[in-house]
C-alpha cells in the first residue's frame, strides 16, 4: 500500500469515527486513541478533511464534531458513512452515466459481487419501470443501483426483493423526517407525491437468481423547478417537504445500510417480516384503486399483500390477485 | 426480390409441399398448380433440391415423393419443416458458436422478437444448468435456443416455461419412437439414461418478463463412443434407443412445431393443462428421491407437481415443497 493510500484510509477512519458520533464532539484523545495515530496525526486528517469541504468544528475542551459533509456522492464521501458488510463496500461513482440500472447489469455479467453499488451524479437515460424514463435534475438527486447475488433465492421469490428495497428507502426517508409510504409495489409516495421509484431487474435460471440488480432514485434536494411542469403536482422532495435540503452522501448512505438490514432479515427469515413491515408503511391497503393490466381496469378496495408479495384487490366480482399493472389511489370519498 | 431469392423461395415452397404429404408421392401437377408454377418449373426445382442432398423419387404416373433431407440444420432445410405462426419463422443457424443460449440472449437483449431461433451444429462453450457445460459431438446431435416474449407472465410464473419446453421435446422423441420420460423439473430420460436437457434464462423486471430464452440439446444420433467414458451408461440417444439414425432437421423441425403448440396452449389455458400432461410423462412422481439443495439431503417420495411448478417430497418429516436443486432417483427397493 502506498503512503498516500494509507493516509487518505486514517482521513477515511477519522471520518467515520466523527461520523458515528453524530451530533456529539469526540476528543482529538479518543480518536488518537482508538485509531492508534498521534494527536498531530488527526490534526492533520482533520485538517485535509475540511480542505476537502467537511465542516468539523474544533468545540473547546470537547474536540471534533462533524457538522456538514460536502454534498457529493463519491466512494471518499460514502465510505466512511456505511455501517455494512457488503452493501455498498465496493462502489462505483460516476459523475455522469446512461443508468445506473444498466451501468450494474454490465458489471453483474461481468462478475461483480453482492453488494456492489453503482452511483451516478447524472443519468442521461435514466429508466422507471417497464421501459419508462426517469428524468432527475443532476447533483440535487440520489440515484444508485445495488447488485445482489442471492445465495438461495427460486427466481418465483425474486420479486420479494424490491419490497425490501421499498422499505429501505421509505424508512431512510422517514428519518429524514419526511412522512413517506408505500404504493404498491414499490413507489415511495409523500401526502400522495411521488418522492423515490425503484426499478428491479434481474437474470435469472427458474430455479437459481444469477443477480438482481436494484435500481433507486429519489428525489431529494430538487427543488419544484427541477421537475417537468406536468408532474409538479404529482412529484415531491425531501427539500420540498421538510423546507431544507437533506445532506446526499448521509441520505444515500442510510438507504444502503438500512437496505442491507432489510436485506439480511428477509434472508434470514424469509418473506413475513418483510410483509408485515411493508403492511405497516402502506398507503394501498384500505384505500379505493384502479389497477390497469393489459389493457382492462380493475376496480377496488387494496385489501392486503398476499404471502407471495401480490396486491389483493376485492371488487363487485370477488377477490382478485394482482401482481402486475399500474395502481392509481382514488381519493376517500366525502 | 432478387430473382435468386424468388427461385430460393419457389424451392422450399415445392420442399414443404412435399415434406407435408409425408410418405405419399404429389403429382407434378398438383404441385404446379398449387404454386402457380410451370410444370418445368416444379421439375427445375426438385432437381435443384436433389443437387443440395435432398432425396427426391419420381413415382411412375404418381409423381413425387420426398424420401430423405440432407442431415444438415440450416434455414433451408429446416423452414419448409416447420409448421408454425412464431417460432423458428426466423432463424440464426451456425456452423460452430459459444453457445447457442449466449447467442440468444445476445439478440434478445438486442431487440431479438418472439420466437427467433438459435441452431448450432457446434456449440464451443456450451452449457448446462447452473453453469455446468455441456458436451454434445457435433453435427450428430441437436441444439437450439428459442427467445420467448411473453405478453403477460408475470416473473414469479416464467418458471412454468421450463416445464413446457420440457413437454415439447418429450413428444419430440416420443414421436421419434423413443420411449422419453421426464425427471423434474426438466431433464429428458430414457430408461433412466439422459437424452437431452433444458436450460432456461431469464431477463425480467418482478412484474414483467423482458424474454425468456430457452435452450435445449438433444443426443440424436450420439454413438456410444461420442460421449466422455464417465457419462457412456448415464446417457442415451435416439440413435442408441432405436438402432438407427434419425433426421435432425425432421427432429427440430418437431420440436420447434410442438414447442409452439405448448407455448401457446399454456398461454391461453394456464398451468393446469401444463401440469397434467406433465405429471403423465413425469418419471419422477411415485419415486423415491433425493434432492441435493443447498448443501443439504431431502430423502424420500416424489409425491406431485404443485400448481406453481414445484415438486412436493414426502419425507419422513411431512411434505417438502422442493423449487430447486438436483434430483436422484433411487431404485426401486426390491
Known amino acids: ?39 498531530a496525526a488527526v490534526w492533520k486528517h482533520v485538517e485535509a478533511l475540511r480542505g476537502q469541504g467537511y465542516r468539523i468544528d474544533a468545540v473547546a475542551t470537547r474536540g471534533y464534531r462533524l457538522v456538514a459533509v460536502p454534498d457529493r456522492l463519491r466512494a471518499l464521501e460514502l465510505r466512511p458513512l456505511l455501517n455494512t458488510h457488503d452493501v455498498g463496500q465496493v462502489l462505483h461513482c460516476f459523475e455522469s452515466i446512461g443508468s445506473t440500472n444498466d451501468q450494474a447489469k454490465a458489471l453483474a455479467d461481468d462478475g461483480a459481487g453482492h453488494g456492489e453499488v453503482v452511483v451516478a451524479e447524472r443519468q442521461t437515460d435514466g429508466r422507471g419501470r417497464r421501459g419508462r424514463s426517469w428524468v432527475m435534475a443532476p447533483g440535487r438527486n440520489v440515484a444508485f443501483s445495488v447488485i445482489l447475488r442471492p445465495a438461495s433465492l427460486p427466481t418465483s421469490r425474486a420479486p420479494e426483493l424490491t419490497l425490501v428495497a421499498s422499505l429501505a428507502v421509505c424508512d431512510a426517508l422517514r428519518r429524514a423526517g419526511v412522512e413517506a409510504g408505500i404504493k404498491w409495489p414499490n413507489d415511495i409516495l409523500v401526502h400522495g407525491r411521488k418522492i423515490a421509484g425503484i426499478l428491479t431487474e434481474l437474470a435469472a435460471e427458474p430455479d437459481q437468481v444469477h443477480w438482481v440488480v436494484v435500481g433507486v432514485g429519489v428525489n431529494v434536494n430538487a427543488r419544484s423547478e427541477d421537475f417537468p411542469p406536468e408532474l409538479r403536482d ?45 403492511t405497516a408503511r402502506s398507503v394501498t391497503l384500505g384505500r379505493e384503486v384502479v389497477v390497469t393490466l393489459d389493457g382492462r381496469e380493475v376496480v377496488g378496495q387494496a385489501e392486503a399483500l398476499d404471502p407471495s408479495g401480490a396486491l389483493l384487490v376485492r371488487t363487485a366480482a370477488g377477490v382478485e390477485r394482482i401482481t402486475s399493472g399500474d395502481v392509481a389511489l382514488l381519493r376517500p370519498r366525502c
Not at 500500500?1 to 451530533?23: I, Y
Open 234 to 278: 404529482q412529484a415531491t422532495s425531501v427539500l420540498l417537504e421538510r423546507g431544507q435540503p437533506a445532506p446526499r452522501a448521509l441520505f444515500l448512505a442510510a438507504c444502503l445500510t438500512l437496505f442491507e438490514e432489510w436485506y439480511d432479515r428477509h434472508a434470514e427469515e424469509g418473506f413475513d417480516p418483510i410483509r408485515e413491515a411493508w
Open 1 to 39: 500500500m502506498t503512503p498516500e493510500l494509507a493516509a487518505s484510509e486514517s482521513a477515511e477512519q477519522v471520518l467515520a469515527f466523527l461520523a458515528e458520533a453524530g451530533d456529539d464532539a469526540v476528543s482529538g484523545e479518543a480518536i488518537s486513541d482508538k485509531l492508534g495515530l498521534t494527536r
